[in-house]
């Protein structure tokens, strides 16, 4: 698959937006997809394409000059586990190493929270070197666990 990884950019919102509403098990309370939609236009984000169509996006927020986290990450289902997510990663690591930025990282529902989905972001988040510090038991409200 020829994937095409262009940013950072801002102003990205109307090609988030429309990712995040096909994730709903990840994306389903509106109050938060349209903040991070809103996001999506003032932090930096890269976008993949393939055959002109994005198919994904990776949002950045730097906390200070050594450190950033993966603000929101999404992918359009009939492009999971084909290296979307990877080569999102591996461009946004690749700028963030340019602004100095020492330290990435991503917060997720923790184990605490079992979630047939979540297990799918940990495990990729895993595989390219991500590991658990710490899990904040009410980071997204009490019925949410992340880490």
């Not at 950033?68 to 586990?81: C, D, F, K, S, T």
């Amino acid at each position: 698959m020829s994937l095409s990884i262009e940013g950072p950019f801002l102003g990205q919102a109307a090609h988030c937006e429309s990712i995040l509403r096909s994730l709903p098990s990840w994306f389903g309370i509106e109050s938060s997809l349209v903040q991070y939609v809103k996001d999506a236009d003032v932090l930096p984000t890269f976008t993949c394409r393939h055959s002109e169509q994005v198919v994904g996006f990776l949002t950045i927020r730097k906390h200070n000059r050594f450190a950033a986290e993966i603000h929101v990450v999404g992918v359009l289902p009939n492009h999971h586990r084909q290296g979307v997510g990877k080569s999102l990663l591996a461009r946004a690591e690749e700028w963030l190493r340019s602004e100095g930025i020492e330290y990435l990282q991503v917060k997720t529902l923790g184990l605490a929270r079992p979630d047939v989905n979540y297990e799918k972001s940990r495990r990729f988040y895993e595989a390219v070197g991500f590991r658990p510090l710490e899990e904040f038991p009410t980071l997204w409200g009490k019925h949410y666990r992340a880490c």
